[in-house]
């Protein structure tokens, strides 16, 4: 099964870079698998619809804020719970795109090419001021998504 792990941040938004911080720590660990495609995806959501395409199964990751949780907590939902309906005006396609937006996109434009089985990891974050590093807490949240994700690729494999 071909799948596509993708992380979102803004690399100088303190915890909201975790999404990032789980890919790097990924390419570290699996390195090049052609079974497996690992996409720095920043704040771009646009590439979303590029990316799903070819792969059976999808895993995002993205911190998520204003959840009323403690940083750090981890949440694991299916796509079809945080994807948002498509927008008609042209400018927010191009411009004011979130990733959970993309995917109602793609479904729609891939049609029965879809992946069936996507997955989002969201790690609940407080801080986004300028800042190049994660809190701890959000740190250690990323590690667990991390052996997380390694422990479902195990799964698939055997």
Excluded: C
Excluded at 57 to 80: C, H, Q, Y
Excluded at 96 to 105: E, R, V
């Amino acid at each position: 099964m071909k799948t596509a792990i993708m992380g979102f941040g803004n690399p100088v938004r303190s915890d909201d870079a975790v999404g990032i911080y789980v890919i790097d720590q990924l390419k570290t660990v699996i390195g090049k698998n052609t079974d497996i495609s690992i996409f720095d995806m920043g704040t771009s959501a646009f590439e979303v619809l590029f990316g799903l395409k070819g792969h059976q199964r999808i895993i995002l990751v993205d911190a998520v804020i204003n959840t009323n949780e403690s940083i750090g907590t981890l949440f694991k939902v299916p796509a079809e719970e945080v994807m948002r309906a498509p927008q008609n005006d042209p400018m927010v396609f191009l411009h004011g795109m979130k990733w959970d937006q993309a995917l109602s996109y793609a479904k729609k434009i891939l049609q029965e090419n879809y992946p069936n089985d996507i997955q989002v990891y969201l790690i609940a974050i407080e801080d986004t001021r300028l800042e190049v590093r994660l809190s701890d807490a959000v740190q250690k949240a990323g590690d667990k998504v991390v052996q997380h994700i390694l422990d479902d690729l195990k799964t698939l494999s055997s």
